[in-house]
């Protein structure tokens, strides 16, 4: 059975968007919605989710007893074998279920060669549907934000341990596994991405993802990290200054942490999403290091740890109530280094930002 909380308006979604059916493949998406998404491999399975609330699902045989677990036996499945392959069984599911020329969305995991392979021998009409299925639990409830402020109070204490932790002669790799079991013994479910721990020359690199550098006396460290508890995610990033802080970096550091504090504080109901990117944007850009932001300001946050509002130039989305994202001005000069401040900012029910990471965002020498 569907467990998915707000189910109802990804059904008004799909009727708003002229969709008959989407189409979700192994994914967080998948994962919200039953309570089950196995790895993602070669072989194709998907829920087949339809407007008027049925559904069927199709499996490869060797995952058929784990999702017939999920789903119980009401369910319709679909079970192919590697020998026969999984088009006919799309198809059929596709036919039985009355979808020949309807239009139908797939979701970000659906392979494209498979939706290609299948399209040969059906004749519905394919779209692409992740907007759609990332704003239908884009306000989140009460009870979903406070599972986010206890994952955001985890990854404000991991901070202030590395604070204490951090010295030169460990390598990244160090700081990211002493990251990862702490939030284990805080008893979070794991980290909701892989650590950033970018050093030195590293650090002008914004998703740097080696580890293997040893710090250094002088270093820059730009931390990313976060964890997912019962399900939902922490997302923050804070810079730390090793031995000391020379004038240039303490004049960028500046500029960012005016950025990122003007950001947070403007976003509230009723304003854009492009709108919030405009004010960190702007900072940078009258201080001279405009080519340095190399990124969009913010991403929606929750089930997903990159999810709808996108808070970017370009996005017209208004901001609502329940609505939860990251705001992170960064200036990264290549050759040199780089700084970045990130907090996740939640729209109140009064339409005023909350503010879920409460680590400093003060100069930290370590």
């Known amino acids: 059975m569907l467990k998915a909380n707000y189910i109802e308006n990804l059904y008004a979604l799909m009727k708003k968007n002229n969709l008959d059916a989407v189409i979700i493949a192994p994914s ?88 290609l392979d299948v399209a040969e021998e059906f004749d519905g009409k394919f779209f692409n549907a992740h907007s759609l299925l990332e704003e239908f639990r884009v306000c989140k409830s009460e009870e979903d934000i406070e599972k986010m402020r206890i994952a955001a109070k985890m990854a404000d204490d991991i901070m202030e341990d590395l604070r204490h932790f951090i010295k030169p002669g460990l390598t990244e790799k160090d700081i990211k596994d002493r990251i990862k079991s702490k939030f284990a013994e805080m008893g979070a479910e794991g980290v909701s991405f892989e650590p950033i ?43 730390f200054f090793v031995g000391g802080i020379t004038d240039k970096e303490k004049e960028v550091y500046e500029i960012v942490k005016k950025s990122h504090w003007e950001a947070e504080n403007y976003a509230k109901a009723g304003v854009t999403c492009e709108s919030v990117d405009k004010v960190a944007r702007d900072i940078i850009k009258e201080s001279g290091h405009g080519e340095h932001f190399l990124n969009r300001t913010g991403h929606g946050i929750g089930y997903s740890v990159h999810e709808a509002p996108y808070i970017k130039e370009g996005n017209t ?6 609505m939860a994202f990251s705001i992170e001005p960064g200036i990264y000069i290549p050759g040199e280094f780089g700084l970045r401040i990130e907090d996740i900012v939640v729209i109140d029910k009064n339409g005023n930002p909350e503010i879920l990471n409460k680590f400093t965002r003060d100069i930290v020498i370590v």
């Open 197 to 239: 721990i970018a050093s030195g020359p590293n650090s002008s690199k914004p998703h740097y993802s080696d580890d293997c550098r040893v710090i250094e006396e002088k270093d820059i460290i730009i931390l990313d990290l976060g964890c997912r508890y019962k399900n939902y995610c922490s997302d923050t990033s804070r810079t």
């Open 28 to 115: 967080q998406d998948l994962q919200y919605l039953i309570d089950f998404s196995p790895a993602a491999d070669e072989r194709f399975q998907a829920l087949f989710l339809l407007q008027d609330g049925r559904y069927f699902y199709v499996t490869p045989e060797l995952n058929y007893e784990e999702i017939l677990h999920c789903l119980g036996e009401d369910t319709k499945y679909y079970i192919w074998s590697d020998g026969a392959g999984f088009v006919g069984a799309v198809t059929q599911g596709l036919k039985d279920f009355g979808l020949s020329g309807k239009n139908i969305g797939v979701n970000c995991a659906v392979r494209a060669i498979n939706m």
């Open 317 to 322: 989305q208004i901001l609502e109530p329940g």
